[in-house]
């Protein structure tokens, strides 16, 4: 039996924050992310992809580990392997041909043990209020001036804003000690401001902040653990046993 990691936390906007709907409105070229409510919030895949980039940049040379192989490298290595097997025995196959990262952020074969959902706004302020408009005009890539009549305004969500962090990993037993390592790396970025999230980074907006982060660990295998979690003793027993605060430190020091 696994263990299931849970990272808790509070991802706070140190700078304006852009991440698109894909569309406009009167007000605007580019309105924000919201939800059905008019809320905005951090879609759990922009924070995964940019969490995946960052570990994957810095892992071959602290963990050694290769990052995740190009879809259509992968297809052209694994097709042949698992062509005209029974669905059964395709897992045992995958499960000596794919490297750490990408059996923990997964691929076309693999599910990903690894959930970051939707993350919520926690500041109380109205939702028609929470956003500003930023201005800017189309450069020329010939001149480097702006071109004319290229003018272009998108919406921002301004700093000071906090949104709920969870993210869930369940450890395979094998790989347990190279995802921790994994995790942390990427955790300890977002601890420092380091891994800024959404678009228009060119134009000094994304930086965000993890703090208040509190790890636990749940013992699939714990009758008494699994029982807490059900019968829910304390607002942190669903989680698990809580880990001592400097978990994220102590494994980057171990690197």
Known sequence: MSLIYTFRGDLVLTGALHIGSGSGDENTDATVVRDAQGQPYIPGSSLR????AAIERLSPTLVG??????????????????????????QFVLNDELNSIERLFGTTYWASPLTIPDLPLLTETPAQEIGEIRHGVGIDRDTG?????????????????????LMRCEMEPNHQETWEKLLAIGLRLLEMGELPLGGRLARGVGQVQLKNLAVFQLDMSSKEVLKRMLVGESNDARYGTRQPDGWVQRIVEEL
């Open 49 to 52: 992809g940019a969490f995946r």
């Open 65 to 90: 580990e290769p990052p995740a192989r190009e879809m259509d490298e992968l297809e052209e290595k694994v097709r042949p392997l698992i062509e005209d097997r029974p669905e059964a025995t395709v």
């Open 145 to 165: 001036a702006a071109k004319e009549q290229i003018k272009y305004d998108f919406e921002v969500l301004p700093r000071g804003h906090t949104f709920r962090f």
